[in-house]
């Protein structure tokens, strides 16, 4: 009997103790804790269109990455990816839109193969599939002017060799190319173009 009686004035005296200290604050979910250090706006909200970090209004890009969205924009903010909120808001270079699919890569065979291509064969290779997917997303009359400037600098090699022996490697090579979005095959062209290309292409992802 008196052994009972000293667990429970223990279990009490314990529950005195425990009544000193506040309760454990909930977890942080990781979308909250993206929200810490924002800069310049805030945080991606789904009934805020006119919001940066906003996935549905690619007609609202908000910042300089999601400018053409979804063909000529820059590859996806990281930290949208991540669930969180972009700490560059408007001033981010990365797209703040959903990307439904992947961009096609080139795999290190490919990589190898554009590495021994010239320029111009590179530009000879590149811009009919850039043309052929400006004409199906419906931006060919937009993205003439740039077509027209890669063109010129095509010309500017001269008589430099443009054609590639074809066979199983360049086939694949093609069929690589022809999945890609226009923002990427335009990254593989500009690299070693001059900076008037360069400016050309900004204006037409300004302009779609």
């Known amino acids: 009997m008196a052994k009972l009686s000293s667990d429970i004035d223990s279990l009490n005296s314990l529950k005195a103790c425990l009544g ?26 789904p009934g805020n269109p006119g919001n940066p970090g906003n996935p549905g209004n690619p007609g609202n890009p908000g910042n300089p990455g999601s400018l053409g969205h979804p063909e000529l924009c820059r590859r996806p903010c990281v930290y949208l990816v991540k669930g969180g909120c972009c700490r560059l808001g408007v001033s981010c270079n990365f797209c703040h839109h959903a990307h439904l699919a992947l961009d096609s890569k080139l795999d290190q065979k490919q990589r ?33 002017p740039f077509i027209c400037k890669l063109e010129e600098e095509m010309r500017s090699y001269g008589t430099q060799e443009k054609n590639i022996a074809e066979d199983r ?8 190319l022809s999945r890609m979005s226009l923002a990427t095959l335009a990254k593989h062209m500009l690299e070693p173009l001059s900076e008037e290309a360069n400016q050309a292409f900004e204006a037409l992802r300004e302009n779609v």
Request: glycine content about 6%; hydrophobic content about 35%; proline content about 13%.
């Open 20 to 45: 000193r200290f506040p309760p454990p604050a909930p977890p942080v979910r990781p979308l909250e804790m993206g929200n810490i250090g924002t800069i310049g706006s805030p945080c991606p909200n």
């Open 112 to 144: 190898r193969t554009l590495q021994k291509m010239t320029t111009c064969q590179m530009l000879a290779v590149f811009l009919p599939h850039f043309q052929n997917r400006a004409h199906q997303m419906g931006l060919l009359r937009q993205a003439t």
């Open 169 to 176: 490697h360049i086939r694949r090579f093609h069929a690589a």
